[in-house]
């Protein structure tokens, strides 16, 4: 079987048995070649809006053996995929903000009970959050930490209505799937937020006990600016800790 990274693991295992897949912003193919080495998916589209990932994600699937498997497509986002070819969708290795802007312009493929398969490298909250507006919801969650980085992914199913349930700040940037389920990389993740909060606090008190005195030009402004943000981030390790 095709080895790959964890990452890359944990999304293609997320994918359902017999399903149709389309793979945008393909890359090299090593999710899609993967997935067919299991011998479970239907069919797999994987397309890229490059031509040099393409070419390379082309010979890579020619040489594993699955171009029957395997069809490969140049397109921007779903823009060459046409509705009914394929009822799951991965897309990974993008900012959550560019994940939703691909979304936003594919409302035409998607049909009841359609799958998403997405993981964010940035702004998850407004990537759930967005998901919920557009008329998704999200079934399920998973997290991993690979090569000193966390991931998560999410899967959400279109459901053509729009989402009565709002998420709550905490659930909109750490995931309610994964916070329901007490996830233990991610409260392995939260655990290392508060540290780094608390570490950054420690060095702001540090700041203003060691390097600034009431003689300094703009002492008490620059007290303030410093206590607001030990505020702030009291207030988020506060957050943070009602998850556990």
Do not use: W
């Not at 193919?29 to 890229?48: N, P, R």
């Not at 997405?118 to 557009?134: G, H, K, M, V």
């Not at 003689?215 to 505020?231: A, L, P, T």
């Amino acid at each position: 079987m095709q080895e790959i990274s964890i990452r890359l693991k944990m999304i293609a295992d997320l994918v359902t048995p017999g399903a149709r897949v389309a793979d945008i912003g393909c890359d090299h193919a090593y999710t899609d070649i993967y997935l067919a080495s299991k011998g479970e998916v239907g069919s797999i589209i994987a397309m890229d809006l490059r031509k040099g990932p393409l070419e390379k994600a082309r010979e890579n699937v020619a040489s594993a053996g699955f171009s029957d498997i395997i069809e490969l497509r140049l397109s921007d986002g779903f823009e060459k995929l046409n509705k009914g070819e394929t009822d799951t969708a991965i897309i990974s290795g993008m900012g959550g903000r560019l994940i939703t802007s691909i979304i936003g312009k594919s409302e035409a493929v998607f049909t009841e009970g359609y799958r998403l398969i997405l993981s964010p490298q940035t702004e998850p909250d407004i990537l759930r959050n967005y998901l919920l507006e557009a008329g998704f919801v999200i079934e399920d969650e998973d997290m991993c930490f690979d090569e000193g980085k966390y991931y998560v992914a999410i899967i959400a199913r279109y459901t053509e209505n729009e989402i009565e349930r709002k998420l709550t700040e905490e659930e909109a940037l750490y995931g309610p799937v994964l916070i329901k389920n007490k996830n233990k990389v991610l409260l392995e993740y939260l655990d290392l937020e508060i540290k780094k909060r608390l570490k950054v606090i420690e060095e702001l008190k540090k700041r203003i006990s060691d390097n600034l005195r009431k003689d300094d030009q703009g002492f008490d402004e620059k007290k303030r600016s410093m206590d607001k943000r030990i505020d702030l981030l009291n207030k988020e390790i506060a957050s943070i800790r009602h998850i556990f």
